[in-house]
């Protein structure tokens, strides 16, 4: 007698890396998952994919956790994996609603989402552990943001800033007075992320609402992402990746790279915040060529799917261990490569999602 498949959810299905999250799964076993997808957006790319998509509203909705306790009730969901980063701190000040109806949710505590969520707050805990962070200067208005890119050492140097609080590279930019502005406005595609300061200024120094800020040191050298799985504090598998091609803040080409300074402070890292399951670390290296933090993602990071290659397939084994199966430490094929290239699903008039 065949062997009823276990329910697994996984959030944020119009992510444009959802296909490898959902492929990670179905090769770990197959046969072995249902897989169940939700968005607050009905033509999600990855509804093409799972075996069941829901329609759920956006996080900061006071419905969201409500809606989602239903779709896992339905489903007889046993893991839940969030991917997306404005759910994170509502889903785990839930847990216990979640684990009362028997789903299991490997996700780090709410006062470490908390932490991580801040960047100022993080670069100073970091600080204290001993794990480098670029210089920085924290800023809360235009008076305070101008003194700190001409103290950083601007136009000299280049001088990067982003939101205390943000995802992704949304609102990040690197100042810098060396840049070709006309080829940037009239030849480059507009994903860059250079500019300059009076073309920074123009805009801030007119804002009402001033966000909070960090102003920070330039990082001239590779970026790495690292995929982590961790259990309540213990890494169990790490898996640092150089990002050598990266379109709106997304991974295209990339390497996994055997990284030791890398890999001991994502441990450090791991173990001092006490961070539970799949968990993405972004170091840049300096000019010395020495890594310094960016930032903790607590979920999983978009492309995940070039450690799975690799044969640390974190996706599944997250599942194997929050359903407390057993399961061997994988072994890495340092220096496998991954290309993303672009693909289509498609609806029919009815909305039914097939594949061409």
């Not at 968990?279 to 799917?305: A, Y």
């Amino acid at each position: 007698m065949a062997t009823k498949p276990i329910s697994v959810l996984i959030t944020l299905a119009s992510s444009v890396a959802y296909p490898g999250f959902v492929k990670c799964l179905r090769r770990g076993q197959k046969g072995k998952f249902r897989i169940i997808g939700t968005a607050p957006d009905k033509d999600a790319v990855g509804f093409a994919f799972v075996d069941k998509g829901y329609l759920v509203p956006l996080p900061e909705s006071k419905n969201f956790v409500t809606r989602l306790l239903e779709v896992c009730r339905k489903e007889k969901v046993k893991v839940l994996l969030p991917s997306a980063p404005k759910e994170l701190i509502s889903i785990a000040s839930n847990l216990k609603k979640f684990e009362k109806i028997g789903t299991a949710v490997p996700l780090s505590s709410l006062e470490s989402l908390i932490l991580t969520t801040d960047k100022c707050q993080f670069f100073n805990f970091c600080q204290k552990i001993s794990v480098p962070t670029p210089k920085f200067i924290k800023v809360s208005n235009y008076k305070e943001l101008k003194e700190a890119i001409f103290r950083s050492g601007y136009p000299k140097n280049q001088v990067c800033f982003k939101p205390i609080i943000s995802s992704g590279t949304r609102g990040f930019r690197v100042l810098s007075a060396k840049h070709d502005q006309f080829n940037h406005l009239i030849k480059e595609q507009p994903d860059s992320t250079f500019a300059s300061f009076d073309g920074i200024s123009s805009i801030l120094r007119k804002c009402k609402d001033f966000p909070d800020l960090l102003v920070m040191e330039y990082l001239p050298g590779d970026e790495y992402s690292v995929d982590i799985l961790a259990d309540q504090g213990k890494p169990l598998v790490i898996v640092p990746r150089i990002r050598t091609k990266i379109i709106l803040g997304a991974s295209f080409v990339g390497e996994v790279v055997k990284q030791e300074e890398i890999i001991r402070y994502s441990k450090k890292i791991v173990s001092s915040l006490k961070l539970n399951g799949i968990v993405g670390i972004q170091f840049k290296m300096d000019k010395r060529n020495s890594p310094k933090i960016l930032e903790v993602n607590p979920r999983i990071h978009g492309g995940i799917i070039c450690s799975a290659v690799a044969g640390a397939n974190l996706i599944y084994l997250a599942v194997k261990n929050a359903l407390k199966e057993n399961w061997k430490a994988p072994k890495i094929k340092w220096g496998n490569k991954f290309i993303r290239y672009y693909d289509e699903v498609y609806q029919d008039k009815k909305g039914k999602f097939f594949r061409f």
